[in-house]
């Protein structure tokens, strides 16, 4: 009988508030080779660590092993590399593959070696193939295209590998039963809710220099639809609840797309499940995404349409290859979103070569300025290791530096208990010092607190109507205010969020804070900011009122009082039971939401929302983290 090698499967994934993902990318690898008769009588899969934990954690439950795979992404690099090193030091024979996105391409792996020198493989491209062709070749590693090769730590590197033929006829990991022992194995040990990602196509025809999906090899998009239906449906019998399509352009296949869109629906109609289905939207396919976004809205399933424009400034999106959006369209979106009732989010990227701080701030008021209000995504801009950003040229040209620090993952459960892992986050560029990308990301700090999460979001869009305080004004001016007065509610969350870049920028904390009423998970500053004003509104808007009566002497008190009486109305609130009705001496909901001019006379509003019965966490949760590209951190109105 002959002795099975053993295989260990790593794709270690963040733990979300006890949520974490099945491991797609390794199990896809995984159900390609299983099959093989020759790999299926030399080889075993031993174990397959998919939940981040501790090294030491993982490193005690591996015996014996003969090859480790693993799965690198940005958030996972460091453990990964912890865990091999330890693994290689004890067993010096066993073969360490990394794959995944994170490892370099092969024309910028110099030196790669001496640095991790217990690594022996790195595979370029799709794995699936070069995977296969590693086990069956294993004596004779140098004749395997698409890999680099470890040779005394040195790189041996070998012709690229072609792409797959097509993606559609690849084992899936979900129908052949890959998938059935870890959901058995997490319901006798941890229990996880599980998220999924299927991958309806692969490929994108973009090559925004900012991302390493378009690279060279994944131009051609090859598409999967009858698979990822059957996978669908298999995800919905086993109750799965977000489902993540990996399709990098959903919309664009229209035909499809909108028939995929019409499955998924009907498998919920079914099974009650996905409770969500998320997409990355095709870019510059407006008419398109919109008959999907109305499909996904009306049955429930979305949690946003994403206008994602990085950018309000053309020399950015020329500097960065994205020619594709048009952010002077952002009124006709929003007016064409708003007619078809489809909840929307915008997405920018501060820290772009060319972006100033003055285009960036210029940019956020622009599409508040626009009449856009829902909710506003701003990312810090990182570099990913294989992008056409992270070039040596392209660093040089736009003099771009980074700091690394932990990803920026919200919701984390037991951040502290974890091996940090690191990524670059550009910092300073020609465009902006290190100094303006602090202060932009403190405006975006309040930004996102204060109007697109809603506290101050009511006052300020009524000052704009009423007395034309425009919002680059109302909000770097209350930003100032912010800094200068550190004793007020607003200052106190300033040096906050201050203090935490500090140490961010030490790599001596992760990102976000834990709230322990609202769960043992890292809440986004902004988030955090929110959860603590529930308990402590009362203090913020006196001082806020006060405030404003300094700066705007003209401003008449009582519009002024109405109008934080709408605002605490129109704020979610965890400890009020709703519906509830108010009266007004002004018509300022027809004023901020009708664009009516402000008339003295009584009116009647119904205000509503679901109730939490004073649960912070399911509050923060449902409207602050879940909702928040939805809109739900606002209460719903209805004129009596």
């Known amino acids: 009988m002959v002795k099975k090698k053993n295989i260990y499967l790593f794709e270690l994934s963040d733990v979300f508030a006890n949520q974490v993902y099945l491991p797609y990318s390794s199990g896809v690898v995984w159900s390609y080779i299983k099959n093989n008769p020759i790999i299926?009588?030399?080889?075993?899969?031993?174990?397959?660590?998919?939940?981040?934990?501790?090294?030491?954690?993982?490193?005690?439950?591996?015996?014996?092993?003969?090859?480790l795979l693993f799965s690198c992404f940005m958030w996972n690099w460091n453990l990964n590399c912890e865990i091999a090193k330890a693994i290689k030091e004890k067993y010096p024979n066993c073969l360490i593959i990394y794959g995944g996105q994170h490892q370099p391409l092969s024309d910028r792996n110099k030196g790669f070696f001496k640095k991790y020198p217990y690594i022996d493989i790195l595979i370029h491209g799709e794995g699936e193939e070069t995977v296969e062709k590693i086990l069956l070749k294993s004596d004779n590693l140098k004749e395997i295209i698409g890999i680099t090769l470890n040779l005394n730590n040195k790189e041996f590197i070998t012709p690229s590998r072609k792409r797959l033929d097509e993606i559609k006829d690849c084992p899936s990991p979900f129908l052949d039963g890959s998938f059935d022992w870890i959901i058995k194995k997490n319901k006798e040990d941890k229990n996880y809710s599980f998220h999924a990602t299927v991958e309806s196509a692969r490929g994108c025809p973009f090559s925004c220099a900012f991302c390493e999906i378009g690279e060279q090899y994944y131009q051609k998009i090859k598409t999967s639809y009858d698979k990822t239906k059957r996978e669908i449906d298999w995800l919905a019998k086993n109750k799965i609840e977000y489902i993540t399509d990996a399709n990098s352009n959903f919309g664009i296949m229209f035909g499809p797309d909108y028939d995929l869109a019409k499955y998924v629906?009907?498998?919920?109609?079914?099974?009650?499940?996905?409770?969500?289905?998320?997409?990355?939207?095709?870019?510059?396919?407006?008419?398109?995404?919109?008959?999907?976004?109305?499909?996904?809205?009306?049955?429930?399933?979305?949690?946003?349409?994403?206008?994602?424009?990085?950018?309000?400034?053309?020399?950015?999106?020329?500097?960065?290859?994205?020619?594709?959006?048009?952010?002077?369209?952002?009124?006709?979106?929003?007016?064409?979103?708003?007619?078809?009732?489809?909840?929307?989010?915008?997405?920018?990227?501060?820290?772009?070569?060319?972006?100033?701080l003055e285009s960036f701030i210029n940019g956020v008021t622009y599409i508040m300025e626009e009449g856009y209000h829902n909710y506003l995504d701003i990312h810090l801009m990182m570099l990913l290791p294989n992008a056409p950003i992270s070039e040596p040229g392209y660093k040089e040209r736009y003099g771009l530096k980074t700091m690394k620090a932990q990803p920026r993952f919200s919701h984390r459960s037991n951040p502290e208990q974890?091996?940090?892992?690191?990524?670059?986050?550009?910092?300073?560029?020609?465009?902006?010092?290190?100094?303006?990308?602090?202060?932009?990301?403190?405006?975006?700090?309040?930004?996102?607190?204060?109007?697109?999460?809603?506290?101050?979001?009511?006052?300020?869009?009524?000052?704009?109507?009423?007395?034309?305080?425009?919002?680059k004004e109302f909000y770097t001016k209350l930003l100032v205010e912010a800094q200068e007065n550190s004793k007020t509610y607003l200052g106190k969350e300033y040096l906050n969020i201050k203090n935490n870049l500090d140490k961010i920028l030490k790599n001596e904390r992760y990102w976000g804070d834990i709230i322990k009423e609202a769960g043992d998970i890292n809440w986004e500053v902004d988030e955090a900011s929110c959860i603590r004003l529930t308990k402590n509104k009362d203090i913020f808007y006196k001082e806020l009122k006060d405030y404003l009566i300094q700066e705007y002497a003209f401003v008449d008190m009582n519009v002024l009082d109405t109008l934080f009486k709408y605002q605490l109305c129109r704020l979610h609130n965890p400890f009020k039971k709703y519906p509830f009705s108010k009266k007004f001496k002004y018509n300022i909901h027809h004023v901020i939401e009708l664009d009516e001019k402000l008339e003295k006379k009584n009116n009647k509003l119904l205000f509503n929302g679901k109730n939490f019965n004073s649960n912070l966490y399911e509050w923060a949760k449902e409207t602050l983290w879940f909702g928040r590209r939805i809109a739900r951190y606002k209460t719903r109105v209805t004129i009596l």
């Open 265 to 356: 629906i009907e498998v919920k109609k079914k099974y009650g499940y996905p409770k969500a289905f998320r997409v990355t939207w095709a870019k510059g396919q407006a008419d398109k995404v919109l008959q999907i976004a109305k499909l996904f809205e009306e049955a429930g399933i979305q949690k946003g349409m994403t206008i994602a424009l990085q950018s309000m400034n053309k020399k950015v999106l020329t500097a960065i290859q994205r020619k594709n959006v048009d952010g002077g369209k952002l009124r006709e979106f929003i007016q064409t979103y708003e007619k078809e009732n489809i909840s929307s989010y915008v997405e920018l990227i501060w820290g772009l070569p060319e972006e100033t």
């Open 40 to 67: 299926k009588k030399n080889y075993q899969l031993k174990d397959w660590f998919f939940a981040r934990d501790n090294a030491s954690n993982i490193i005690n439950k591996i015996e014996n092993p003969d090859i």
């Open 418 to 471: 974890l091996v940090d892992d690191t990524v670059e986050f550009v910092t300073e560029a020609n465009s902006f010092t290190k100094e303006d990308w602090i202060k932009g990301h403190q405006f975006r700090w309040l930004i996102i607190f204060g109007h697109y999460l809603g506290p101050l979001q009511f006052i300020a869009r009524g000052l704009k109507k009423i007395y034309g305080i425009n919002y």
